[in-house]
C-alpha cells in the first residue's frame, strides 16, 4: 500500500518509519527544505543554535522506535545528563538549582525555603502517583475505540486530581514562593497556564525530575536528523519544498493528494503531521466532511505560542547554566496577560538555553549562543507582530541587563527574533502555536484530536496536536499510536468508534 505522510516534524518522521518497517510504500511531503519541523537549527557568525526543543525526557520512547525499525538510538546520538537540570533566578535575587541528586536539591531547598523541604520530597511521589495512573491508561492508549476503554481503572482515572488546578494544587502544598513558582512552570512545557490547567498536568515534574531530563551531545536536532537517516535507510522517499494544497476523497476514503503546483498523486493512506485544525479546515473538501466537524476544529484552543530571540554575544556569563529560567515579579498576572489579554507579558518569565556552556563549538571561544524564549499568546488582532517585534527585542535585552547579564547589548554579533507569526507562516500550526492544544481546563488534554479521522477512512493524524500531546517523547507516541490504528483499520473490518 503507498501511504503520503503530510509533514516531516517529528511525528511525521517516526510514523514513516514505522510504516516502512512494516512494509508499507511511504512518500513524505514536506513545504520546507529541511525534516524536522519546530525541531530545527540555525547556524551563523560561528554560532549554533537549536531554534525548537532543549531538553529530551522519556527517551524510552525514541529507544523504541528504533528498537522497532531495528536500530539502536544510541548508534546515532549521545545522551547527556545535565547537572544541574536547571537553575532559576527569583527577581528578590536568590538562586536556585535543581540539581540531577534529589538529595542536592533538597539541600538547595534547606537553603532558601526549609519548610518546604518535605513538601518537595511529598510532592514528587504525588507526581509520580499521577503518572502510574495516566501513562498507560492516557499517554500509551490510542482511546479510540470501545476497546482502549474497557481496561481503564475508572477509580485511578477520578484519582488524576482533574478537579482543581495546577496553582491551587501547588499553593496548597508548598509554603514559600519560590517553590511554588518551580513548580508552576512545568504547565508551560504543553503551552498551558498553570492557573487554568488541571492539577493532573502536575505529572510533568515527574517526567524530568524523577525519570531524568537530557541534552543531546551537538544539540536537539540530531535527533530529528538520526529519525530522518532511519527513514531513509528503511526506504522512505522525501520531496521537500513540496506544499499539499489538498487531500482528496472520494466516497468516504482517501485516495490521495494534491500538490500546490496542482499535480495529483494517488495514495491509499495518508497520514497528516501537519497540524490537525489545518488539516481538518484547510486540506480536506467541505463537501468530504461535516461542517459540524470543520467548526468543532476552529473552536480548539491552541496552546501558547513563543517569542524567541537568538543572541551570539562575545563574551560568557558565569551566572549561566545550560538551562536558566528568569521569573516574573507576578506569575498569575503574566499569565493572564498572555491567554486572557493576549498580549506580550509586560515582566515576562525569560528561559535561557546556553548550549554552549555543554557544547564549546556552539560558539567561538570566549563566545554564548543565547536561545531566549517567552511565552507568548497565539496569533490575534490584541497584538502585532510587525508594529512591536523589534521593541519587545529591546525590552528582552534590557530585562536581561537589569537581572545580572552586565553589557549584554554591546556584546551582540548575532540576532534574530522568531515570532508567533513566523511560526504559523513556516509550520502553519493553528494561529501560531508551539505545542499544539491547550490543556487549560479540565479534560482538554484527554479530548485532543485523536490520532485517526472518524469521517474519513484511510486518514490518520500525527504531531504535537494530536493526541497525546506536545513535546517530543508525546509526538513520537502519537506516531504508534497511529500505526496501531493503522494495524487495525487497514487489516480487519472497521470498528466501531466512540
Known amino acids: 500500500m503507498r501511504v503520503c505522510v503530510i509533514g516531516a516534524g517529528l511525528g511525521g518522521l517516526s510514523v514513516a518509519c514505522l510504516l516502512a518497517r512494516k512494509g508499507y510504500e511511504v512518500s513524505v511531503f514536506e513545504k520546507n527544505d529541511s525534516a524536522g519541523g519546530k525541531m530545527n537549527e540555525v547556524q551563523s557568525h560561528g554560532f549554533r543554535f537549536d531554534t525548537g526543543p532543549s531538553l529530551l525526557t522519556m527517551p524510552f520512547i525514541l529507544e523504541k522506535l528504533f528498537e522497532q525499525c531495528g536500530d539502536k538510538l544510541s548508534s546515532h546520538i549521545e545522551l547527556k545528563p545535565l547537572d544541574p537540570i536547571c537553575r532559576y533566578f527569583y527577581p528578590d535575587g536568590t538562586?536556585?538549582?535543581?540539581?540531577?541528586s534529589r538529595q542536592a536539591t533538597v539541600e538547595e531547598i534547606n537553603r532558601i525555603a526549609?519548610?518546604?523541604?518535605?513538601?518537595?520530597?511529598?510532592?514528587?511521589?504525588?507526581?509520580?502517583?499521577?503518572?502510574?495512573?495516566?501513562?498507560?491508561?492516557?499517554?500509551?492508549?490510542?482511546l479510540f475505540?470501545?476497546?482502549?476503554?474497557?481496561e481503564l481503572d475508572l477509580l485511578s482515572f477520578f484519582g488524576i486530581d482533574a478537579f482543581t488546578t495546577v496553582s491551587d494544587r501547588v499553593d496548597s502544598r508548598f509554603e514559600s514562593e519560590y517553590l511554588r513558582k518551580f513548580f508552576k512552570r512545568f504547565t508551560t512545557y504543553n503551552g498551558s497556564s498553570p492557573f487554568l490547567a488541571p492539577a493532573t498536568l502536575n505529572v510533568i515534574p515527574h517526567v524530568e525530575i524523577n525519570q531524568g531530563g537530557y541534552y543531546v551531545k551537538g544539540g536537539l536536532y540530531k535527533v530529528a536528523e538520526a529519525i530522518k537517516n532511519l527513514a531513509v535507510k528503511l526506504g522512505v522517499k522525501f520531496h521537500f519544498k513540496a506544499t499539499v494544497k489538498s487531500v482528496l476523497v472520494e466516497e468516504g476514503?482517501?485516495?490521495?493528494?494534491e500538490l500546490s503546483n496542482n499535480k495529483q498523486i494517488p495514495f491509499d493512506l495518508i497520514v497528516s503531521n501537519s497540524d490537525a485544525t489545518e488539516t481538518i479546515t484547510n486540506l480536506i473538501p467541505n463537501d468530504s466532511i461535516s461542517p459540524r466537524r470543520k467548526e468543532k476544529a476552529k473552536q480548539i484552543e491552541p496552546s501558547c505560542s513563543g517569542f524567541v530571540l537568538l543572541l551570539g554575544v562575545n563574551k560568557q556569563f558565569d551566572q549561566l547554566t545550560h538551562h536558566n529560567i528568569f521569573f516574573s515579579e507576578n506569575y498569575e498576572h503574566e499569565f493572564h496577560q498572555i491567554f486572557k489579554e493576549k498580549v506580550m507579558p509586560d515582566d515576562p518569565t525569560v528561559y535561557i538555553a546556553n548550549t554552549s556552556y555543554s557544547d564549546p563549538d556552539h560558539a567561538p571561544e570566549g563566545a554564548s549562543n543565547l536561545f531566549i524564549l517567552i511565552n507568548a499568546p497565539y496569533l490575534s488582532d490584541s497584538y502585532s507582530w510587525d508594529k512591536y517585534t523589534e521593541w519587545y527585542e529591546n525590552k528582552v535585552i534590557d530585562i536581561l541587563e537589569k537581572k545580572g547579564l552586565e553589557e549584554l547589548s554591546d556584546s551582540i554579533l548575532y540576532r534574530k527574533s522568531i515570532t508567533p507569526v513566523d511560526f504559523y507562516k513556516q509550520y502553519l500550526s493553528n494561529k501560531g502555536s508551539i505545542y499544539g492544544t491547550s490543556s487549560n481546563n479540565k479534560f482538554s488534554a484527554f479530548l485532543r484530536p485523536r490520532n485517526k479521522s472518524k469521517e474519513i477512512d484511510g486518514l490518520y493524524f500525527v504531531g504535537g496536536s494530536t493526541h497525546p500531546g506536545g513535546g517530543i517523547p508525546l509526538v513520537v507516541q502519537s506516531a504508534f499510536n497511529a500505526m496501531e490504528l493503522i494495524d487495525r483499520n487497514e487489516t480487519t473490518e472497521e470498528s466501531i468508534t466512540v
Not at 519548610?115 to 492516557?138: G, H, Q, R, V, W
Request: hydrophobic content about 40%; overall charge negative; aromatic content about 20%.
Open 114 to 142: 526549609p519548610n518546604d523541604t518535605m513538601a518537595y520530597t511529598d510532592f514528587l511521589d504525588y507526581a509520580e502517583t499521577l503518572y502510574k495512573k495516566t501513562a498507560d491508561a492516557f499517554i500509551f492508549n490510542p
Open 95 to 100: 538562586i536556585f538549582n535543581n540539581f540531577e
Open 145 to 150: 475505540e470501545f476497546r482502549d476503554l474497557k
Open 253 to 257: 476514503k482517501v485516495s490521495g493528494i
